[in-house]
């Protein structure tokens, strides 16, 4: 599971750090959506090793994916609108944001059993 987090983490900040080139964030992000649907599939298949509040982060995280790739055939922004602007950079960034969170919460509750049964 740490390695799934620092995985996601460095993946996330060197996308930030790519959209001071906006071309080169968009590309990244593109890379980062891979790394993070392969991660949450590493981490369905750690399903019965999780608590429940890890599963409901999980679940959630799989709502949210689901509904941002749905909408991909409902709505395609033009270019000059602002609601591009959100649509392909603001939502896919916070949906990953959240995922970096859900990835941490499993970290540290795995630290924290193992720390209590030693």
């Not at 392909?88 to 969170?101: D, L, T």
């Amino acid at each position: 599971m740490k390695t799934t987090h620092l995985i996601n983490k460095w993946s996330f900040i060197i996308t930030l750090l790519l959209y001071t080139t906006i071309y080169g964030g968009l590309l990244a992000q593109i890379a980062l959506g891979g790394i993070q649907i392969i991660c949450g599939i590493v981490l369905l298949f750690q399903w019965k090793k999780l608590t429940n509040q890890s599963r409901m982060h999980i679940s959630l995280y799989w709502t949210l994916v689901l509904l941002y790739g749905i909408s991909w055939f409902l709505f395609q922004p033009s270019f000059n609108d602002f609601f591009f602007f959100v649509y392909y950079i603001i939502i896919p960034m916070s949906i990953a944001g959240y995922f970096i969170y859900v990835t941490y919460q499993i970290k540290k509750m795995k630290h924290e059993f193992q720390l209590s049964n030693i």
